[in-house]
């Protein structure tokens, strides 16, 4: 199987930084889009950011310009550097794969499959 592990998450003061990270494992072929998607306490999840093996990129209006998705094909990790963090941004933050080529013994699969979750918490 596939598995995603998160790592980064925290405590941060408004206005700081935290960069979140990625690592898909398993025996993948290939990753078509990678993304991030957040989930406050009482409000639906949303997405946040993804990016295709290509490098393109789409961001949620509200981290335009503050937050930027990045990452490593090679090592099929994805990367979210956040800038000018706000209190609006505290929620739980799930990688996502989405197009996984993968295989299971000799058996090629396609799926899409999200990580455990991450806390950011952006509070004084």
């Known amino acids: 199987q596939v598995q995603l592990v998160e790592s980064g998450g925290g405590l941060v003061q408004p206005g700081g930084s935290l960069r979140l990270s990625c690592a898909a494992s398993?025996?993948?072929?290939?990753?078509?889009?990678m993304g991030w998607y957040r989930q406050a306490p009482g409000q639906l999840r949303e997405l946040v950011a993804t990016i295709t093996s290509g490098g393109s990129t789409n961001y949620v209006d509200s981290v335009k310009g503050r937050f930027t998705i990045s990452r490593d094909n090679a090592k099929n990790t994805v990367y979210l550097q956040m800038n000018s963090l706000k209190p609006e941004d505290t929620a739980v933050y799930y990688c996502?794969?989405?197009?996984?080529?993968?295989?299971?013994?000799?058996?090629?699969?396609?799926?899409?499959?999200w990580g455990q979750g991450t806390q950011v918490t952006v509070s004084s």
């Open positions: 996502n794969a989405e197009g996984v080529a993968y295989w299971i013994f000799n058996t090629r699969r396609l799926g899409s499959f």
């Open positions: 398993g025996r993948i072929s290939n990753i078509n889009v």
